[in-house]
């Protein structure tokens, strides 16, 4: 198994199991943008950062099988694992392609659809970045981003000591040379290299103890706090009192737990037209 860090959360099997769960917490939201977007049968596509291919496939169903998905990852793990189960549903359509988006080797005004969620946060140079990207999306084709505004985090009632974890997030991030507030200069950066910007929409989940989204925030609590004492960016005695107190507010049936600010970006690279849906 392989157990080496290729971005800052990891990729092991738990991570992995991680990682299902955050994408059903989300697929609605998902689901909505790229029904906005109209991604249709017969596009080419390419899922950059796409860890296990949760995203990978389901944009193979809406493409179907005159269409191709590319799923891009730098994770060996994760792209076997995927390779597996694409095999297995014998889909001949879905290729990969081990690297980073920076520099991995993409065909020239190729794709219908490129998209990437919760990756660009983690870019040290996210120009560079979408440059690249950019060069291989055909005219008339759409970049599409998922990403954190990294504000809105909060737990009712307030005055725990998880009122500082926004702070420790935030600084975690920052130990890769991410930013957690990335989305905020992304319509800039893609007007500058010539994509239009057609859509641009928050949202944020909240619930209860036994909501989703809190299990969602409990898994990735009790797996990377410790993480991020390894990092320094927290001490491990502030992350005993965080679990702790946030354990007994699992308890509390009042509780409430408000997500991060997610974005949906997305820009075409001429006018908007009748298959670019926007609401």
Not at 38 to 51: A, F, R
Request: aromatic content about 12%; overall charge neutral.
């Amino acid at each position: 198994m392989e157990q080496k860090r290729d971005y800052l959360l990891g990729a092991n099997e738990e991570e992995l199991e991680r990682l299902r769960f955050q994408h059903w917490v989300w697929k609605k939201v998902t689901d909505n943008f790229f029904d906005r977007i109209g991604v249709k049968e017969g596009w080419k596509c390419l899922d950059v950062g796409s860890g296990p291919g949760f995203t990978t496939m389901d944009l193979r169903k809406r493409v179907g099988a005159a269409g191709e998905v590319t799923a891009l990852e730098p994770s060996n793990y994760y792209l076997e694992w995927l390779q597996q189960e694409t095999s297995g549903r014998g889909w001949t359509n879905v290729k990969f392609l081990r690297g980073k988006a920076e520099d991995a080797d993409l065909p020239l005004r190729y794709y219908d659809f490129i998209y990437f969620r919760w990756v660009i946060a983690f870019v040290p140079d996210p120009e560079k970045f979408l440059k690249h990207l950019i060069a291989a999306v055909r005219p008339g084709g759409i970049i599409a981003v998922q990403d954190y505004w990294y504000e809105g985090l909060s737990l009712y009632p307030r005055g725990t000591s998880f009122d500082r974890l926004p702070d420790i997030i935030r600084a975690y991030y920052r130990t890769a040379g991410g930013d957690p507030f990335v989305t905020g200069k992304i319509p800039s950066l893609m007007r500058k290299h010539g994509i239009h910007v057609v859509d641009f929409a928050p949202h944020q989940l909240a619930g209860g103890p036994q909501s989703d989204v809190w299990e969602w925030v409990h898994r990735f609590l009790t797996g990377h706090l410790p993480l991020m004492a390894e990092k320094g960016v927290v001490s491990k005695l502030e992350v005993k009192k965080i679990l702790a107190e946030w354990n007994d507010q699992r308890k509390n049936p009042e509780a409430i737990y408000f997500s991060p600010i997610v974005v949906d970006i997305a820009g075409t690279l001429e006018a908007p037209s009748n298959n670019v849906k926007l609401k």
